[in-house]
């Protein structure tokens, strides 16, 4: 064992004198600038992010213990997902307030577990320089970026698993019980994060590495995975919570291991309220989950296609195939499934990463001219789009003014923008050594200002916080109703602070909720609303406003305020 961790440090030492070299502190940095910058610049956005913030609101203030084993959505039972990432969010209401950057703590700080993670796997296997660069290029993708500031599972589902799959590994290496026993505590809480399909994901990977690098031999290789403590402590974890919730509720264990996950994979759940895409639905998102660093991907396994067969060092190898197992089976997993959604394949990006940083340290693309490519394809692309944008003016229409500009002339601007910052990153890669590729951090950091910005001027559109400011200042004691459609105006409980009133129902998310308690009084029929008579608030989307008038249910309302996407009713 020694001796293996001494031809591995070795081999790392060689190939990381070359190129730049950052330490880490300058990471962190940069990683908490990525996450955390403007976090709460912009309100907690409609569907997903406002279910997601009024779960824990209600926990905390239902005084029941059964809201924190089956959780509440709108008042009623929403057993989706299993209820970790509603917890902690709930502890981050309780230590800092309901503010919209409090909303997004978890999945931030899950992005910067992810950071720490990849920092301390590049020092246990003695290539820190593939570790940081990997920890650069992850938090600085765009579209991580993006999820790490969305409340959504699937980053707190990364971390732990990414944890799990990278101390499996730390095991596999030099067989130490702490790095196993990590990993499966890691796993018990991807488990609670996002149900069995951690399990399946941790299980398929490590599958695929030990057959494929042992061979023969990959039996013997099974067999030291059986701690018994390992298996005491995850079913320590995860065991509670299952038991309680199908004690509490007797569908449950149909309900979340057949209808959430089987009927999902399959494209069968109930109701159908998922995308189903094409095999390649993931294909583009990648590119995008890492931009820009993912447009080094295909010319960094080019130029590394002939050198990577010198170093025959075993255990560099067997690297090398877990870093792409690590990517590609999760990414064929969801692939395959019928139940698609652009974030689900986030949890592939460490790996990724790390897999494009090992490429990257093995080719030349750390200082010199090539550390300029990067920059050079990413100005013509903008430059490109821009030129586009400009020759037709009405490509897409939009009355949105950003910055006092109309969104036309604001996107020529930040895409002449990123053309100049991309072949000044690139000059900069050339001819400051140390900072090589460091520079292109710019790029990412540029295109979430314009992002944040943009989010910002469409707040009324994508949030609901100023439709429940104005409901707020103008008719504060009557109670409020949504017509037909939940999920459009989700974030109006969390800002309102109270659960509402649903007529004639389509929503999805409420629908096995509404199965579960048919008695409820949250769910009305438009029969129902018309016999009421106290005088109430009725907020309905655009695309049900004819319906909503040829029904007759306008004529009882006095007023009305037009907002971008609904119309509030009073």
Same mark, same amino acid.
């Given at each position: @064992? ?5 031809? @591995? ?8 004198? =070359? ?38 609101? !209600? ?5 029941? #213990? ?72 992850? #938090? ?35 067989? *130490? ?33 030990? #057959?494929?690098? *042992? ?33 509490? !509720? ?21 109701? *159908?309220?998922?995308? +189903? ?8 998102? @990648? ?24 170093? !025959? ?6 690297? =090398? ?47 010199? /001219? ?37 969104? *036309? ?54 949030? $609901? ?25 989700? +974030? ?26 048919? !008695?409820?009084?949250? @769910? ?21 406003? $004819?319906?909503?008038?040829? /029904? ?19």
């Amino acid at each position: @064992m020694r001796q293996k961790q001494t031809t @591995m440090q070795n081999a790392g030492l060689r190939i990381t004198q =070359r190129g730049m070299q950052n330490p880490d502190w300058l990471i962190w940095l940069l990683a908490f600038i990525c996450v955390w910058a403007g976090l709460g610049a912009y309100g907690v956005l409609n569907n997903n992010e406002g279910l997601y913030a009024q779960i824990p609101r !209600e926990m905390l203030n239902s005084g029941d #213990i059964k809201y924190w084993i089956i959780p509440h959505l709108n008042g009623l039972p929403y057993m989706e997902k299993p209820p970790l990432l509603y917890w902690l969010t709930a502890l981050a209401f309780t230590l800092f307030g309901q503010a919209d950057w409090v909303v997004r703590l978890v999945p931030s700080l899950s992005g910067l577990a992810c950071v720490g993670l990849m920092l301390n796997f590049g020092q246990r296997i003695y290539r820190p320089q593939v570790g940081r660069l990997a920890a650069l290029m992850f #938090i600085s993708g765009l579209g991580v970026m993006i999820i790490s500031r969305t409340l959504l599972f699937d980053m707190l589902l990364t971390a732990f698993l990414t944890a799990a799959l990278l101390f499996a590994y730390l095991y596999k290496l030099e067989g *130490h019980k702490r790095d196993l026993r990590i990993a499966h505590v890691s796993l018990a809480f991807a488990v609670l994060t996002k149900g069995f399909v951690a399990l399946l994901l941790f299980g398929s990977v490590t599958l695929v590495w030990i #057959i494929l690098v *042992h061979g023969s031999s990959a039996w013997k290789q099974f067999s030291k995975w059986f701690d018994l403590v390992s298996i005491c402590l995850f079913f320590a974890i995860t065991v509670p919570w299952f038991v309680a919730a199908s004690l509490i !509720e007797p569908i449950f264990l149909w309900f979340f291991f057949v209808n959430e996950h089987v009927l999902r994979f399959l494209g069968l759940r109930i109701p *159908h309220d998922f995308y +189903s895409g094409s095999w390649w639905y993931y294909l583009p998102r @990648m590119v995008i989950y890492l931009f820009p660093w993912s447009l080094l991907l295909p010319i960094a396994l080019l130029s590394t296609w002939t050198r990577l067969s010198r170093v !025959e060092i075993q255990e560099f190898t067997i690297l =090398r195939k877990t870093l792409v197992f690590g990517w590609l089976v999760p990414l064929l997993f969801f692939s395959i499934s019928s139940a698609k959604a652009n974030y689900y394949v986030i949890v592939s990006m460490p790996f990724a990463a790390l897999n494009l940083a090992l490429l990257l340290e093995q080719s030349d693309f750390l200082k010199g /001219k090539r550390s300029t490519i990067l920059g050079v394809v990413v100005a013509l692309l903008t430059g490109a789009a821009a030129i586009t944008l400009q020759a037709a003016p009405n490509l897409v229409s939009s009355e949105l003014v950003i910055l006092g500009l109309p969104w *036309h002339d604001y996107a020529v601007i930040a895409l002449w923008s990123a053309t100049g910052l991309s072949l000044l990153a690139a000059l900069l890669a050339w001819r400051v050594p140390n900072v090589g590729l460091v520079s292109y951090i710019v790029l990412p950091l540029f295109s979430m200002g314009i992002l944040l910005v943009t989010a910002n001027a469409m707040d009324e559109s994508i949030s $609901d916080r100023s439709m429940a400011a104005f409901i707020q200042q103008t008719v504060p004691n009557r109670t409020v109703y949504l017509y037909r459609n939940f999920e459009q105006n989700s +974030s109006l409980p969390f800002y309102l602070k109270k659960p509402l009133n649903v007529i004639d129902s389509v929503s999805s998310d409420l629908y096995w909720g509404n199965q579960l308690r048919p !008695e409820n009084t949250i @769910m009305l029929s438009r029969e129902q609303f018309k016999l009421l008579k106290e005088p109430v608030v009725v907020i309905v989307p655009n695309a049900y406003l $004819d319906e909503f008038a040829h /029904k007759k249910m306008h004529t009882k309302f006095i007023k009305n305020k037009q907002f971008s996407h609904a119309t509030v009713f009073y």
